[in-house]
Antibody
């Protein structure tokens, strides 16, 4: 059974960066895609980026191009999402999710709350 | 880039059925797009309800069903229960791109 466990809540200053981790157990980490999705207060779900560890390929939503970096460590089956130049608009719950070829985003992490405040 | 439009809110009484629509704009729900549906209770992880328009993952209640007609996909929930009160999102996959609809808040009155 696939499980995704994310790192804990973060409080950051405007202009700084945050790195959220997503530890994957079970499944086939290398060949599955790991996506990152966020939900700001009062807003809907917003896809940010994805990585497929086996191929080392990543894709990014146009909105976040240049500000987000997604990486993966196959040895620890952990994916990371690094978001820089934070503003208050980045205050949100960030989720990682496994992307299955057939099912899509079928297993989700518990979410990580990132608060950006001076 | 395609956008997915959902109604902001729907409501129903326990035991009733409701349908939530998801309409693709621009290139929309073309043959290369695949739609999934998610239920999201605040503070919890989203749950996959439907994939590939009308298929249910193992463990998802048969009260949830999906369909498609042209550029519109639909999620129907039958036998409404209090636990169905949540936000519902359609989601489109086109290659590596993932697009979510704006979400629909379901109230069970």
């Amino acid at each position: 059974q696939v499980q995704l466990v994310q790192s804990g809540a973060e409080v950051k200053k405007p202009g700084s960066s945050v790195k959220v981790s997503c530890k994957v157990s079970g499944g086939t980490f290398s060949s599955d895609g790991i996506s990152w999705v966020r939900q700001a207060p009062g807003q809907g779900l917003e896809w940010m980026c994805e990585i497929i560890p086996m191929f080392g390929t990543s894709s990014y939503a146009q909105k976040f191009q240049g500000r987000v970096t997604v990486t993966a460590d196959e040895s620890t089956t952990t994916a990371y999402m690094d978001l820089s130049s934070l503003t208050s608009d980045d205050t949100a719950v960030y989720y990682c999710a496994r992307r299955d070829d057939v099912l899509g985003l079928d297993v989700w992490g518990q979410g990580t709350t990132v608060t950006v405040s001076s | 880039q395609s956008a997915l439009t959902q109604p902001a809110s729907v409501s129903g009484s326990p035991g009733q059925s409701i349908t939530i629509s998801c309409t693709g704009t621009s290139s929309g729900l073309g043959t290369h797009y695949v739609i999934s549906w998610y239920r999201h209770h605040p503070g919890e992880a989203p749950q996959l309800l439907i994939y590939e328009y009308n298929k249910r993952p193992s463990g998802v209640s048969s009260r949830f069903s999906g369909s498609r007609s042209g550029h519109t996909a639909s999620l129907t929930i039958s036998g409404l229960q209090a636990e169905d009160e949540a936000d519902y999102y359609c989601c489109s996959y086109a290659g590596s791109n993932v697009i979510f609809g704006g979400g629909t808040k379901l109230a069970v009155l």
